[in-house]
C-alpha cells in the first residue's frame, strides 16, 4: 500500500510550504538560472507571491541573487543529504551497484517511487553514456516509461496502482512508448507476475532496461534496482539472461545484509 497522502484541502495541508518547495523544483538542468517572471511562469504563482517564496529562500540560503537572476544554492543539497542520512543503507547499496558495473560493464542504479516519477537515489556509472541527459543522484523520470518505475508500481495494491494510472497522463517519448492505459497496466501487472521489468526504448530511443525490487530483511520495499544500457550493444536476451541474475543476486545479499 502507498503512504496515505494528505488532502491538500485539508487543514493539516500547509500550502505556503508546499508552494516553497514548488519554487525549489521549478530549477532543473534547463533552467539552472531564471528571473522573477520565468520562475513565476514555471510555477503558475503571480510575480508577487513567486518574488516572496524567493527572496525568503534567498534569506534561508537555498537560493542566490545574482542581479536580476536567481539559481539554488549549495545548501539545497542538505535537503537531499537528509534523506541519504535517514537511510543509512546507501553504502551498502553503493558497493552492490559498483559491483553490478564491474560485472557487467554496465550502469546500475537505485530508484524509489515519488508520485509519478522515479527519483534516483544511488548511481553506479558505466563509461560510455546512454542519455542525452546526465543521470545522477537525485534525477527525477517519468515512472510509467523506466524498468525501475514499472516494478515499482507493480508492488502498489491494484486500488493504488489504478490511482496512479487516472492521474497519469501519457506522452510518446518515442515511437516505442506505450501510451495506452490498458497496455501500460498490462506490463506492470506482468512484471508483479515474473519478478522483473524490462523498458525498452520506451524513455529514450537506444535506452534499454532492466529492473527488480528490492527489499531489507523484514521484507520492507527499500526500491528498485536497474541496469541500463545500449540497444544496439545487448539484446533482450541478454539482458533477461545475463543481466538479470547479475541483479537477483546482488538484490539476495542486499536482503540478506540490511535488516
Same mark, same amino acid.
Given at each position: 500500500?502507498?503512504?496515505?497522502?494528505?488532502?491538500?484541502?485539508?487543514?493539516?495541508?500547509?500550502?505556503?510550504? +508546499?508552494?516553497? /518547495?514548488? !519554487?525549489?523544483?521549478?530549477?532543473? %538542468?534547463?533552467?539552472?538560472? @531564471?528571473?522573477?517572471?520565468?520562475? &513565476?511562469?514555471?510555477?503558475?504563482?503571480?510575480?508577487?507571491?513567486?518574488?516572496?517564496?524567493?527572496?525568503?529562500?534567498?534569506?534561508?540560503?537555498?537560493?542566490?541573487?545574482?542581479?536580476?537572476?536567481?539559481?539554488?544554492?549549495?545548501?539545497?543539497?542538505?535537503?537531499?543529504?537528509?534523506?541519504?542520512?535517514?537511510?543509512?543503507?546507501?553504502?551498502?547499496?553503493?558497493?552492490?551497484?559498483?559491483?553490478?558495473?564491474?560485472?557487467?560493464?554496465?550502469?546500475?542504479?537505485?530508484?524509489?517511487?515519488?508520485?509519478?516519477?522515479?527519483?534516483?537515489?544511488?548511481?553506479?556509472?558505466?563509461?560510455?553514456?546512454?542519455? +542525452?541527459?546526465? /543521470?545522477? !543522484?537525485?534525477?527525477?523520470?517519468? %515512472?510509467?516509461?523506466?524498468? @525501475?518505475?514499472?516494478?515499482?508500481? &507493480?508492488?502498489?495494491?491494484?486500488?493504488?496502482?489504478?490511482?496512479?494510472?487516472?492521474?497519469?497522463?501519457?506522452?510518446?517519448?518515442?515511437?516505442?512508448?506505450?501510451?495506452?492505459?490498458?497496455?501500460?497496466?498490462?506490463?506492470?501487472?506482468?512484471?508483479?507476475?515474473?519478478?522483473?521489468?524490462?523498458?525498452?526504448?520506451?524513455?529514450?530511443?537506444?535506452?534499454?532496461?532492466?529492473?527488480?525490487?528490492?527489499?531489507?530483511?523484514?521484507?520492507?520495499?527499500?526500491?528498485?534496482?536497474?541496469?541500463?544500457?545500449?540497444?544496439?550493444?545487448?539484446?533482450?536476451?541478454?539482458?533477461?539472461?545475463?543481466?538479470?541474475?547479475?541483479?537477483?543476486?546482488? !538484490?539476495?545479499?542486499?536482503?540478506?545484509?540490511?535488516?
Amino acid at each position: 500500500m502507498q503512504e496515505e497522502m494528505l488532502s491538500t484541502e485539508s487543514r493539516d495541508f500547509v500550502t505556503a510550504l +508546499a508552494s516553497g /518547495l514548488e !519554487v525549489i523544483q521549478a530549477f532543473d %538542468a534547463e533552467h539552472p538560472r @531564471m528571473t522573477l517572471s520565468e520562475v &513565476a511562469t514555471r510555477t503558475g504563482m503571480n510575480r508577487a507571491k513567486a518574488r516572496r517564496f524567493l527572496l525568503t529562500l534567498h534569506a534561508l540560503g537555498y537560493v542566490r541573487k545574482e542581479q536580476r537572476y536567481f539559481e539554488l544554492a549549495p545548501r539545497v543539497l542538505q535537503l537531499g543529504y537528509a534523506f541519504l542520512s535517514a537511510n543509512n543503507y546507501q553504502g551498502v547499496i553503493q558497493q552492490y551497484l559498483e559491483e553490478i558495473t564491474a560485472e557487467t560493464g554496465e550502469s546500475s542504479s537505485l530508484g524509489v517511487l515519488d508520485g509519478h516519477d522515479v527519483t534516483y537515489v544511488a548511481r553506479s556509472a558505466a563509461k560510455h553514456r546512454l542519455m +542525452a541527459i546526465t /543521470l545522477s !543522484v537525485g534525477t527525477r523520470l517519468p %515512472a510509467a516509461y523506466t524498468s @525501475m518505475g514499472r516494478i515499482l508500481l &507493480a508492488q502498489l495494491s491494484d486500488e493504488d496502482l489504478d490511482h496512479f494510472l487516472a492521474t497519469i497522463s501519457l506522452e510518446p517519448f518515442t515511437d516505442k512508448t506505450v501510451t495506452d492505459v490498458k497496455e501500460l497496466r498490462r506490463r506492470i501487472v506482468e512484471a508483479r507476475q515474473q519478478g522483473y521489468a524490462i523498458s525498452d526504448q520506451e524513455l529514450d530511443s537506444g535506452l534499454r532496461s532492466i529492473a527488480v525490487p528490492v527489499f531489507d530483511a523484514k521484507q520492507h520495499l527499500m526500491g528498485a534496482i536497474n541496469i541500463s544500457t545500449n540497444a544496439a550493444r545487448v539484446d533482450l536476451d541478454t539482458l533477461v539472461n545475463v543481466y538479470l541474475p547479475v541483479i537477483q543476486s546482488k !538484490v539476495a545479499h542486499i536482503r540478506a545484509t540490511i535488516n
